[in-house]
């Protein structure tokens, strides 16, 4: 089969586009430089932004996002993925533009929590966007996966850890507390695990070591676009070994 190539639609935020980067690095079962996937990167962090857009406070980034594809259609990409979960608000309108397939990081999600928790309920950290568009509830809803979103104070916490914190660049500790705070209530509301909902969320658990059940979208996307480009998963390699 005919290897394909990976096109990062990225900058929002720069951060997180190398987090995608790096995880199609480690997640593909390569024994040398040659056996990995070609993939052509815009990170574009100029990009406006999408939660201060879809809650009417801001520019459009449609434009500029549409610049982007472009690009990567002319570099060749053979399928186009976004490593901002609020940026999927636009991906009907992007997909209207091009016959390269997006791979939607809602769907790979939603498709991992139905198959990694049956019966189990997830409480959605995300954006005040993501979640005032509905993408999540959506995305999970199809998949019967049970869901519960912040009430607005945890919201408020969540989108400080998020541009307040990880995107700022502050330590880790600056945001310690508003991310354990709103674990913590959710946690007692009934959510079992979660989604970390917002490409910058990975980076913080990450960065905090923290223990907490959960699932991690950009991984998810990162495998869907290496079995879409016809490269194996190492933990497949390992599997069959």
């Known amino acids: 089969m005919t290897k394909k190539t990976i096109g990062i639609l990225g900058g929002m935020g720069p951060l997180a586009t190398a987090d995608l980067f790096h995880k199609i690095i480690s997640l593909t079962a390569a024994d040398c430089d040659g056996e990995h996937v070609r993939v052509y990167i815009d990170s574009n962090s100029a990009i406006p932004d999408r939660t201060a857009a879809i809650l009417g406070q801001g520019p459009d980034p449609f434009p500029a996002m549409r610049d982007s594809l472009r690009k990567l259609e002319a570099c060749g990409a053979d399928c186009v993925i976004m490593p901002c979960n609020t940026a999927h608000y636009f991906l009907p309108r992007l997909q209207g533009l091009t016959d390269i397939p997006f791979l939607s990081i809602l ?14 309920t997830a409480g959605i950290l995300a954006t005040r966007g993501t979640l005032s568009a509905g993408l999540y509830q959506a995305a999970l809803e199809k998949e019967g996966v049970s869901c519960l979103v912040p009430e607005d104070w945890e919201q408020d916490a969540l ?4 541009y307040g914190g990880v995107k700022a660049g502050a330590k880790p500790e600056c945001y310690r507390t508003n991310l354990l705070s709103v674990l913590e209530t959710l946690s007692a509301r009934g959510a079992d695990y979660f989604v970390l909902g917002c490409t910058e969320l990975p980076l913080a658990f990450q960065l905090l070591g923290l223990p907490h059940p ?12 290496i079995l879409f480009c016809g490269y194996p998963l190492k933990y497949q390699r390992t599997e069959q070994a």
Not at 159 to 162: A, L
């Open 107 to 120: 769907e790979s999600a939603a498709k991992a929590c139905r198959a990694r928790f049956p019966g189990k």
């Open 159 to 162: 989108m400080d850890v998020i």
């Open 214 to 225: 959960a699932l991690d979208p950009t991984e998810e996307l990162a495998k869907a676009a």
